[in-house]
C-alpha cells in the first residue's frame, strides 16, 4: 500500500451537497469541516511578523524557548508537572503526525494500529501508508496483541467524546501489555464542555493521575489550529515519553520535518498567552449554546459532544439523507460515513462558522 493506492478524499463526495445549499436563498451555512473562521490572535499574528527574517534553517527540536514554552503548558494547562525539553517536540501540524507516527515508529505488515470506532480518518491512513492492519475499537480489551500502535482521541472527532482519568489509565494498562505505544490525540483538550469527566481541564494521558510518574511508550499530541486559530501556521507538537521522542526526532531529522522559524516564534507566544484563549473558548460556547437546542428541536438527538469543535447527532436515518435534508436548509454538515463504518446513521455540525452564520442555520432549523 502506498499514496497511490489511496481512496479518493472522502469530503469530495460533498460537493454536490455543497452546491445545493449554496442554491439557499441566503446563502450556504458551511458546518462541515472544523477551519477556524475567527482571527488570529494580534499578539500571535505580532510575533510572526516580528521573525520573518529566517534565513538560516529552522530546529526540528524546536527552539529552547518553544520547548521550554511546550513543557510549561502542560503544567499550567494541562496538570502534567516535570516535563522538559527531552520530552517535547514540535510537528508541522498534528495532521501529517497523525498520518506519518507509523512509519516513524517502523511499523509495517503484521502489525496493527487501533483507533477509535468514530475516528477521524488519517489514522486509518497512516496504517495503510505502512502495509499495517487498521483496527477499529474502543474497548482496551479487545485490542489485538500484534497492535504496536494505539490512538486514543479525548475529546473526540467527531464525537466529542472525553475520557476520564480512569478510563485513560486503562488504555496505558492494556498498551503497556501488550507492548504498543499509546498516542493521544488531544486536541480539543481546551474546549471541554459537559464533565461527566473527573473535573476541569480535560485529562491528559500524561496526567500523573494516569500514569504517575512513569512516561514509558506513552504520547501526547496536541495542536494551536484549534485553540489559537493556527490552523494555517500548521503549529502542533507533541510530548511524552522521551526515548520516543528521540526517536521521532532522528527520523524526522532526515525526513526535513521542521516547522518553520516563525511559525516557531508565534507558537511560543501562543502558549504563554491564555487570555485568547479564554476568548475563543467563549465565542465557540456562545455558538454551541445557540446550535445545540436547534439540531435538537428539529428532531436530532445529540450523542457524546462533551467536548471539542462539533455535535454529533443523528436523526435515526441514513446520514446521506441527512445531509441531504440539511442541504435544502442551506446548511451543509459532515456524514457519519466519513468517520469509519459504525455510524451510518449519524452526521458532524461544526461550531467554526461566524455567530451571524450560526444564527441562521438555527433560524433555519426552527422552519
Known amino acids: 500500500m502506498g499514496v497511490a493506492d489511496l481512496a479518493d478524499y472522502p469530503w469530495d463526495a460533498v460537493a454536490p451537497y455543497a452546491e445545493r445549499a449554496r442554491r439557499h436563498p441566503d446563502g450556504i451555512v458551511d458546518l462541515s469541516i472544523g477551519s477556524p473562521v475567527d482571527p488570529t490572535p494580534a499578539v500571535v499574528a505580532a510575533a510572526l511578523a516580528d521573525a520573518t527574517d529566517a534565513h538560516a534553517?529552522?530546529?526540528?527540536?524546536?527552539?529552547?524557548?518553544?520547548?521550554?514554552?511546550?513543557?510549561?503548558?502542560?503544567?499550567?494547562?494541562?496538570?502534567?508537572?516535570?516535563?522538559?525539553?527531552?520530552?517535547v517536540l514540535p510537528t508541522v501540524g498534528s495532521k501529517e503526525l497523525v498520518a506519518l507516527l507509523p512509519l516513524l515508529l517502523g511499523l509495517g505488515p503484521g502489525d496493527a494500529v487501533v483507533h477509535p470506532r468514530a475516528a477521524y480518518p488519517t489514522y486509518e491512513v497512516g496504517a495503510r501508508l505502512v502495509g499495517a492492519e487498521a483496527v477499529?475499537?474502543?474497548?482496551?480489551?479487545?485490542?489485538?496483541s500484534h497492535a504496536r500502535l494505539i490512538w486514543i482521541n479525548s475529546p473526540g472527532n467527531p464525537d466529542g467524546r472525553v475520557l476520564s482519568t480512569d478510563e485513560l489509565r486503562d488504555a496505558v494498562t492494556r498498551a503497556r501489555e501488550i507492548g504498543a505505544v499509546l498516542a493521544s490525540d488531544e486536541c480539543y483538550a481546551?474546549?471541554?464542555?459537559?464533565?461527566?469527566?473527573?473535573?476541569?481541564?480535560?485529562?491528559?494521558v500524561l496526567d500523573p493521575r494516569v500514569v504517575g510518574d512513569d512516561l514509558a511508550g506513552v504520547l501526547s499530541v496536541y495542536s494551536l489550529s484549534k485553540q489559537s486559530n493556527l490552523a494555517g501556521?500548521?503549529?502542533?507538537?507533541?510530548a511524552g515519553d522521551p526515548t520516543?521522542?528521540?526517536?521521532?526526532?532522528?527520523?524526522?531529522?532526515h525526513l526535513g520535518l521542521m516547522p518553520p522559524a516563525p511559525v516557531q516564534r508565534a507558537m511560543t507566544v501562543a502558549l504563554g498567552d491564555?487570555?485568547?484563549?479564554?476568548?475563543?473558548?467563549?465565542?465557540?460556547a456562545r455558538r454551541r449554546a445557540v446550535l445545540k437546542p436547534a439540531i435538537e428541536a428539529a428532531g436530532f438527538t445529540i450523542d457524546r459532544s462533551e467536548g471539542g469543535l462539533y455535535l454529533w447527532a443523528t436523526?435515526?436515518?441514513?446520514?446521506?439523507?441527512?445531509?441531504?435534508?440539511?442541504?435544502?436548509?442551506?446548511?451543509?454538515?459532515?456524514p457519519g460515513h466519513f468517520y469509519g463504518t459504525h455510524y451510518p446513521?449519524?452526521?458532524?455540525?461544526?461550531l467554526t462558522a461566524t455567530d451571524e452564520r450560526i444564527a441562521a442555520a438555527a433560524a433555519r432549523l426552527a422552519g
Open 315 to 334: 436523526e435515526g436515518r441514513d446520514a446521506w439523507e441527512s445531509v441531504g435534508r440539511l442541504a435544502e436548509l442551506g446548511i451543509l454538515v459532515g
Open 345 to 350: 446513521d449519524h452526521v458532524r455540525f461544526s
Open 57 to 87: 534553517y529552522p530546529q526540528t527540536a524546536g527552539t529552547p524557548a518553544l520547548r521550554e514554552a511546550i513543557a510549561e503548558w502542560y503544567h499550567r494547562r494541562r496538570g502534567v508537572p516535570g516535563l522538559s525539553a527531552e520530552n
Open 274 to 284: 491564555d487570555q485568547h484563549v479564554a476568548a475563543q473558548r467563549a465565542l465557540y
Open 136 to 144: 477499529a475499537s474502543d474497548d482496551p480489551d479487545q485490542w489485538p
Open 244 to 253: 520516543l521522542v528521540e526517536r521521532l526526532l532522528t527520523g524526522r531529522k
Open 190 to 204: 481546551e474546549l471541554g464542555w459537559d464533565a461527566p469527566w473527573d473535573a476541569q481541564p480535560v485529562p491528559s
Open 233 to 238: 501556521y500548521r503549529a502542533a507538537f507533541l
